[in-house]
């Protein structure tokens, strides 16, 4: 069948921004166009694809099953056809991008080494890292602004509907600087209570893992407290105060082997969650993303077997 050549540019450009915004209002803002006009766009493009995209109401646009359908192809036509765009006019071909999103509690062991991997096997590739909390990664990568998102995510109620592989798992641990007093208190991790915590912002994944830890160790956490995804936060928090740091092993691998921090035994370990790749079913995967994919999945098998890091 072929393409029905009075489908305009400007047609999956408006769908697309609808798709994004989620509203009619904040859409017409961002293109700068009345929403009459925008409202007129939508209404010729559903006509001429025969379908309803979008569920109106007071509250919003939501896509219909045929919009989100519909949105697994024109989001990357409309992408490639401006970078080919951009390309002729700058007189140089751009170079490839993936978006990666990743959550800042595996930032700092994990992507440096994805992104060596791929700047070795694709000279002309820019990786675009997007790091926050994980129901917003997830919403980012639903509507096509992100390629794929790593962290821990298997307890999000936001994961449903999008696809899930797992990495290898890692366990979370209680660390405090060089000297702390708990480290030679002779009641152990009782008087835990007694200096301020760090800990993932409430709400979040890593926080329910958090939390546990407390639990297994019947520990009464602190009222004094630092919420932060912030891994540099809080290494520097913990660094020059005596607080106590819930964090993720990984992100304080290289602090504990230089010995600027020191980890609480507590006899035990928490027995650590999955750190894996999510991506979008409802979207075509480019190139890059594959190849960030195929990074991932090396890094994860080597991690597994204990020869990375």
């Not at 010729?44 to 989100?68: D, H, I, P, V």
């Not at 994980?134 to 602004?145: K, M, N, P």
Request: charged share 20%; with cysteine.
């Amino acid at each position: 069948m072929n393409i029905d050549t009075r489908i305009k540019f400007r047609h999956l450009v408006c769908f697309l921004e609808v798709a994004r915004q989620g509203s009619l209002a904040r859409a017409a803002d961002k293109l700068a166009i009345s929403q009459p006009a925008l409202s007129k766009t939508l209404k010729e493009l559903e006509t001429l694809l025969e379908a309803t995209l979008f569920e109106r109401s007071k509250k919003g646009s939501t896509l219909t099953e045929a919009g989100a359908a519909f949105l697994r192809y024109a989001g990357p036509s409309v992408q490639s056809l401006r970078e080919g765009v951009n390309s002729l006019r700058s007189g140089v071909h751009e170079p490839i991008t993936v978006q990666l999103g990743v959550l800042s509690t595996v930032e700092s062991l994990l992507v440096p080494e994805v992104v060596c991997r791929l700047h070795d096997r694709h000279p002309a590739l820019v990786v675009s890292v997007m790091t926050g909390p994980s129901a917003y990664l997830l919403s980012q990568l639903r509507v096509g602004e992100l390629d794929l998102v790593v962290g821990r995510m298997t307890d999000s109620p936001l994961i449903s509907g999008l696809t899930f592989e797992h990495l290898y798992s890692e366990s979370m641990t209680l660390v405090v600087r060089a000297g702390h007093p708990a480290l030679t208190a002779p009641q152990g991790h009782k008087n835990l209570e007694d200096y301020p915590l760090v800990l993932p912002s409430a709400g979040t994944t890593i926080r329910k893992f958090a939390d546990s830890l407390f639990v297994q160790h019947g520990i009464t956490p602190s009222r004094q407290r630092l919420e932060t995804l912030s891994v540099a936060l809080s290494r520097r928090y913990v660094q020059c105060s005596q607080a106590i740091w819930v964090a993720p092993h990984d992100a304080v691998r290289q602090d504990l082997r230089q010995g600027e921090l020191v980890e609480l035994d507590l006899g035990m370990r928490e027995p650590g969650g999955s750190v894996g790749l999510c991506t979008n079913p409802a979207l075509p995967v480019t190139p890059a993303a594959q190849w960030c994919v195929e990074a991932l999945r090396e890094i994860g098998q080597e991690y597994r077997e204990g020869q990375y890091p």
